[in-house]
């Protein structure tokens, strides 16, 4: 009964979507398991590009049952924008199965983030304003309303009017402004009808699967270092992307899990506020030379908001911690082609601190933020990795800093990215 974890390594934006999209040919269910609208899978096919937000990237193959899992919060406008788009594109959605337990989002979650971001002036976490944080805080109170209660209209209709209601002396008593209820009521009640077709028991029906043989993908949002228990806190998300919140965010058991995918870019970035080792950036904190390189080759611009992201090198010591928490099996080693043309490559190999060497991963984010990073040099390959079809096919030089990465983090670099398409990527056994 074989089921993959696709995990983000990093600060999330590590190319996630290009290595789904590879590995769902050979699956029957791709489950997303946590996280929002907050982030982007971006796919790229021959001249057409995919940006998916809500829908699991493997909805692009006809065979795909694509599922949004429990541990998902889901925005309905959001989701209804993406699938039509797919639509009108010749994507299918029909096969889109919505779990009855993921909760829904609701102009009150971004009210509330709106108004919570707007109080912490230069402390700034950097949300995406979408409304996830409060989304997964009112799961937590345990007055958050799911996608399974759409199948009663009327007592979704009813529990909408009393939550909108609750919201809006909340958000008053805070300093904000009361939103329209009964247009809000009047326009979930219009989105129910629309979803309810898509909601189901994806539990059972993925335990179904198994049984049946089937093979399973279950795909993070986000990343590691962005969990909410094991990220730079507080400038994380508010869920677990981890490999272990892929059981509670599909209703998959452990000893279900046969084969988790790291995905770490051959760079680092990261979006929003908090401690980077490696970032590439001058004393007026904005790129140094090589950053604006990363971001201009790399196109590092967010999939969902446009925001430009920070940039810096490959960070080992990131990648050694992420290997234990993940328990991964094998790494996939995207955007190795951004660094192309440049003289030499930097790789982070330890941390030094007050003078000392750092054993792991810093637990807390305040010391993360004193580390100095330990560099090994490599030289560049200044030729293109494009074509590229095996392993021995990639410059001396670009093979070197693939072995680099698995001799320090101690499991094998499967896949490595050489290029924007579906396609470009090498395959090693």
Known sequence: MPVTVVVGTQWGDEGKAKVIDLLSRDHSHVVRYQGGHNAGHTVVVGDEKYALQLVPSGVLYGH???VIGNGVVVDLPTLFREVETLESR???CARLRVSSRAHLIFPWHQAHDALAEGKRGADKIGTTLKGIGPAYADKARRVGIRAGEVLDAAVFADTVRRRANEENA???ALGGTALDVEAIVAQFTDLAHRIAPYVADTVNELHDALEG??????EGAQATFLDIDHGTYPYVTSSNPVAGGACAGSGLGPRDITRVV???KAYTTRVGSGPFPTELVGADGEPDTLGQALIDIGHEYGTVTGRRRRTGWLDLVMLRHAVRVNSLTEIALTKLD???TFDEVKVCTDYRLEGGMLRGYPDRSEVLAQVEPVYATLPGWKTS???ASAFSDL???ARQLVELVEKNVGVPVTMVGTGPERDDCVVRG
Do not use: F
């Open 395 to 397: 410059p001396p030089n």
């Open 170 to 172: 909340t958000l008053v």
């Open 338 to 340: 951004v660094l192309d």
């Open 385 to 387: 990795l494009r074509g």
């Open 90 to 92: 010749g994507v299918s």
């Open 213 to 218: 043989g089937a093979d399973i993908l279950l």
């Open 262 to 264: 790291g995905i770490a």
């Open 64 to 66: 795909v049952t694509p």
